[in-house]
Every structure is written in structure tokens, then in C-alpha cells.
């Protein structure tokens, strides 16, 4: 079954530094991968997406993240946070064929200190 | 582009009360959905929506419903509102089905007492 993990729920770093939010999924099939953010009480903005070709994407605010199929791994990296990314990060996928349903990893807080 | 617009935007409900969280957008896509967000457990997918006149379950649909008469609106239905029921929901929508992004509206803060 189709399934996401994020394995850190929470990521405090101070401000300048580079960060890493790390999530695995698992899948049997091929798969489209999603990085959204979401600022408190606000919805969901989409960061980056792998959809096909390059396994390295990059995004808006500086993000990129880099696809590894062989570790099944959709990792999110910004080489310098600022004070506005805190916020909650979520890792989705969807399957070929699943007709755009997200899987949803459970949320990684960063928390960016000065 | 107003994108997609949920009302209202918090509402408190008495268990065994019905409401219909409304979701419209304006961007003409095919695909609609709902989600719901519960703290620690990410968002979960309600319903969905393929096209007007079509809809399915997602991973936890019991206690709503849903309808697709026009291409712009996906109103959920709770019909019988339980505390289990409390959630942010969220409402979202993309171009086509498969391997697009999907826009997400601003959610609905519901509480049941």
C-alpha cells in the first residue's frame, strides 16, 4: 500500500543555516511527488513538484529537493533559512493511475530561530 | 482569479446537527477534492471529484457526502455531525486528474460540541 513518511516532526535551526527535511514513500508503482507548505491558519501552497525527467527540482523561496527512486526518498533542502520559513512542511505523493489522490506524509514543523 | 474559495470559515456545530461546507473555484478544473487535517496526522482524503457528475470515496469518507452538479462547486455534506468530526478541512482542485498539482483553499475550522 501506498504510504509516506516524514521522519522528523519537528526541525528547529537557526537562521542562515542550511536544512534538510527528509521523507520516504512507498510504492509498486511509478509515482508524482509534492512539496507544499503551509503557514499557520492558512491553506496549502504548493513549494515544488517531480512530475517526470530531472530528479533534481527546485521550487519557490529557494527550495529544492532531489528524487531517488533506488531509496525511494523526496528530500527537501534550502542551503540558508530565513525567520519566514517557519512554518509546516508536507511531503504527497500520488500513484500513475490513482487519478490525482494525494498521500499526505504527517508534517514536519520547521522552526527557524535568529 | 479568486482561485479556490471555502466558506465559511470556522463554524461550531452541536453533535447530530448537518451542515454543507461549500468549496467553488474558478479556474475550470476537472478535479476537485476534499481533505481533512487532524494535528499529527497530516491530511486525509474525504471525497473526490474527476468531472461534474462524478465522484468517489477517498481514504475516510464515512459521515459525508458529497455531489458534483456543476464544474466550479463540490460542496461536502456532514449529515449527522459527531465530535469526531472536528477537523480543519480543506478543499482542493487541479487542472486534470493525474500528476497535477492541486490549489488548495484557505479550510474550513470545524468545531463539534
Known amino acids: 500500500a501506498q504510504s509516506v513518511t516524514q521522519l522528523d516532526s519537528q526541525v528547529p535551526v537557526f537562521e542562515e543555516a542550511p536544512v534538510e527535511l527528509r521523507c520516504n514513500y512507498s510504492?509498486?508503482?511509478?509515482?508524482?511527488l509534492f512539496w507544499y507548505v503551509q503557514y499557520p491558519n492558512q491553506g496549502l501552497q504548493l513549494l515544488l513538484k517531480?512530475?517526470?525527467?530531472?530528479?533534481l527540482v527546485k521550487g519557490i523561496n529557494g527550495f529544492e529537493a532531489e528524487f531517488n527512486k533506488s531509496q525511494t526518498s523526496f528530500h527537501l533542502r534550502k542551503p540558508s533559512v530565513h525567520i519566514s520559513d517557519t512554518a509546516e512542511y508536507f511531503c504527497?505523493?500520488?500513484?500513475?493511475?490513482?487519478?490525482?489522490?494525494?498521500?499526505f506524509g504527517k508534517g514536519t514543523k520547521l522552526s527557524v530561530k535568529p | 482569479n479568486a482561485g479556490v474559495t471555502q466558506t465559511p470559515k470556522f463554524q461550531v456545530l452541536k453533535t447530530g446537527q448537518s451542515m454543507t461546507l461549500q468549496c467553488a473555484q474558478d479556474?475550470?478544473?476537472?478535479?476537485m477534492s476534499w481533505y481533512r487535517q487532524d494535528p499529527g496526522m497530516g491530511l486525509r482524503l474525504i471525497h473526490y471529484s474527476v468531472g461534474a457528475g462524478i465522484t468517489d470515496q477517498g481514504e475516510v469518507p464515512n459521515g459525508y457526502n458529497v455531489s458534483r452538479s456543476t464544474t466550479e462547486d463540490f460542496p461536502l455534506r456532514l449529515l449527522s455531525a459527531a465530535p469526531s468530526q472536528t477537523s480543519v478541512y480543506f478543499c482542493?482542485?487541479?487542472?486534470?486528474?493525474?500528476?497535477?498539482?492541486?490549489?488548495f483553499g484557505d479550510g474550513t475550522r470545524l468545531s463539534i460540541l
Open positions: 510504492s509498486s508503482v511509478s509515482v508524482y
Open positions: 482542493a482542485s487541479s487542472y486534470s486528474a493525474e500528476g497535477q498539482p492541486q490549489h
Open positions: 517531480y512530475l517526470s525527467g530531472s530528479t
Open positions: 504527497a505523493v500520488s500513484e500513475t493511475g490513482s487519478q490525482g489522490n494525494l498521500i
Open positions: 479556474m475550470n478544473h476537472e478535479y
